[in-house]
């Protein structure tokens, strides 16, 4: 069978709203054409609550693909959840949609119209012409929880299937900085295709001798060079084990690096209006150009000294620009904070570097309340229910079983 493996749609990110409809809907499009089955390893949306119109974009994406005439179906489902539909539409919550244990989220309310499968935490088997293939899948977790999470569900092959294993999480030998992050030889083993989500670049790997896919997001959103590439999405076949990527439509991303050695403001002014003006190319879908600035300026300037206000208005109808001046620094003296800033780290968002530290540092104050720590982070960071939950951690700090 043909599996499409598409990912991180994240419907309804704000900054480029229309992009993310408009390109998850032309990958759903082009994998149904191609595909048997279709896997979704997260973030379909981009927060955990969605307003109503971004709901209902995605409740009507999924609907067109229930039109098609579908081959395979799905057979067999052991998990917690019920079953609502047998269409080999499978998917997971991403990080973005994860929310309190317990709680409904997107994905789910998608599942109980019969759109799609949720397969969190269960494995669902796929079967077309006497072929099967079984899919088994973790939701997005807080990192700490993935091991744990793994040696309770012993995640196990099923005989007879082609086996998949699905989820989506940060990987410790992508993203080499919190050993709370999972490492390849973690995974279960056993499996003939292994199919992550959350990082927004492609990833083509081996593990355990058998392929590790990552398909990268269909819509930009960190603005890194990692995501200067094409969008789109693996279509991988089972009898072959050979695999290819189908680009969509996306929207072009450029990062052009100018160097601001001794150099006056004047100068850096027309090496950036340089920059830019090679990657305008007059479609009706302006670029994202995206010029970082590094290295030391003319004794007697500063960064303050580099006026962009007349650039970024003079190329507001034929681009959208950003220009970054964090790298305009000694580096040598660069922290891992600053480091993120300026990209050092490509594929994280800030979101989850900044819970790593957080985690990191409860960890060094030997943290000892009941409440899960990444609980604790989306507490603090979120103004959804902030009263309630900061209630919730003032009752436990003054608990009796706070030692």
Not at 109 to 128: C, F, N, P, Q
Not at 252 to 269: G, Q, R
């Amino acid at each position: 069978m043909k599996i499409a493996i598409l990912s991180d749609f994240h419907l309804g990110y704000e900054r480029f709203a229309e992009d993310s409809y408009r390109q998850a809907e032309e990958a759903l499009y082009k994998a149904s054409e191609v595909c048997d089955i279709m896997i979704i390893p997260g973030d379909v949306f981009d927060i955990r609550n969605p307003r109503l119109e971004v709901l209902a974009q995605g409740v009507n994406l999924f609907r067109n693909l229930g039109k098609k005439n579908w081959k395979a179906k799905v057979v067999a489902y052991k998990g917690s959840k019920r079953l609502f539909t047998d269409l080999p539409i499978i998917a997971i919550p991403g990080t973005h949609e994860r929310r309190a244990h317990n709680a409904g989220n997107s994905v789910e309310l998608l599942s109980l119209a019969g759109l799609l499968v949720d397969a969190s935490d269960s494995t669902v088997e796929i079967e077309k012409d006497g072929e099967r293939v079984a899919v088994f899948a973790m939701g997005g977790l807080s990192e700490e929880k993935v091991r744990e999470a793994l040696q309770s569900m012993n995640p196990v092959p099923v005989d007879g299937a082609f086996n998949v294993f699905m989820f989506h999480q940060s990987i410790y030998e992508l993203l080499p900085f919190s050993n709370d992050f999972i490492k390849f030889d973690e995974l279960p083993k056993g499996f003939d295709l292994y199919v992550d989500g959350h990082i927004h670049s492609r990833v083509e790997q081996k593990v355990f001798g058998k392929p590790f896919l990552i398909p990268g997001s269909t819509v930009l959103t960190q603005l890194k060079e990692g995501e200067t590439e094409s969008k789109g999405f693996y279509l991988f076949d089972t009898k072959t084990s050979a695999y290819s990527f189908i680009t969509i439509n996306s929207r072009a991303f450029y990062v052009e690096k100018v160097n601001v050695s001794e150099k006056d403001p004047h100068k850096i002014h027309q090496e950036i209006g340089l920059a830019i003006e090679r990657h305008l190319s007059g479609s009706v879908e302006k670029p994202i150009i995206r010029v970082v600035l590094e290295g030391e300026m003319a004794v007697g300037y500063k960064q303050i000294d580099i006026d962009l206000a007349d650039i970024l208005k003079k190329y507001e109808n034929l681009a959208i620009v950003e220009v970054s001046k964090s790298k305009i620094e000694d580096h040598a003296s660069m922290s891992e904070a600053e480091a993120l800033r300026s990209g050092a780290f490509e594929n994280i968002s800030i979101k989850d570097y900044g819970l790593s530290i957080f985690l990191e540092q409860l960890k060094g104050a030997n943290y000892s309340l009941k409440m899960n720590p990444s609980e604790l982070f989306e507490a603090l960071s979120s103004d959804e229910k902030k009263d309630k939950l900061v209630g919730r951690i003032i009752e436990e700090l003054f608990s009796k079983d706070v030692r």
